[in-house]
């Protein structure tokens, strides 16, 4: 960077990122060519935030480079802020439930986002200590959580019918991507998962509000696909996808019914 450059840091809450700032914040994305863009999206983490906070202050912090030209936005940092009576001075990157995202930053600008972020951390708060070490991007799949096992319906095994070899029906499957139907098509899901899952997402109101806000939001890009399997019209396994191509990320899935093609989990 040059001499003349200086910085600016935003703290923000979730709620109260601006459209513009959205806006830089994809642009930065694609600048800093992160390993997972869907879940390092605004639509997922601001919502991730609002939604599985879990009672701790979380603020983003955004780290613009000023004084040559227009002002560029150069690091978003998801953080997790201490109790101001009784927490720790010590202040860490948040990730949502099950990621291990990196923090957003511009190509070479690692250290003066630190600096400048720190500085402005110990503004608000003067004995605070940013944590901040470099990361490496995750690998394929080491973002993905453990998938949530989903029961299979008690019945009796097929080898022990003794005289019927029914053929079982073929399965249908539905992909919605329309952005008016995308919405139906997540109560489907939820309502399969609500009758499959050991532990149903509509069983927690915090998850529950996740899905439903980060696949409407996702759904007004048309960066969803809803995937539902039906077999003798009923629904019987049901996929949600974030983002298209070689981007795409498997976020929820779930099946009620032994003999669909493959088994289904839950991704985080």
Known sequence: MAASVSWRVDLRRAVAVSEGEIAAWRALLVRARVADPIRSDPDYLLSAAQHQAGGRDLVFALAWVTGQGPDQL??????????????????GLWQPYG?????????????????????????????????????AAPEADSAVAPLRAVPQRAGIPAHSLIGVRANPAPVQVERV???????????????????????PIIGDPSEAALVRVVTRLFAQRRQV????????????????????????????QVAGEAGVPERYGRRA
């Not at 003798?232 to 974030?242: C, K, N, Q």
């Open 74 to 91: 150069a690091a978003v940092l998801p953080l997790a802020m201490p109790h101001t009576l009784w927490g720790q001075e010590r202040i």
């Open 99 to 135: 990621t291990a995202l990196a923090p957003v930053i511009a190509p070479a600008c690692f250290a003066p986002v630190r600096v400048a972020v720190a500085d402005r951390l110990r503004a608000l708060r003067p004995r605070s200590v940013l944590v901040l070490e470099p990361m």
């Open 177 to 199: 991507s329309e952005p008016s139907l995308v919405r139906d098509a997540v109560e489907e899901f939820l309502l399969l998962d609500a009758e499959v899952a050991a532990a």
């Open 225 to 252: 696909t809803v995937a539902l399997t039906r077999r003798d019209d009923a629904i019987v396994a049901a996929t949600i996808t974030l983002g298209h191509g070689a981007q795409a990320v498997l976020w929820r």
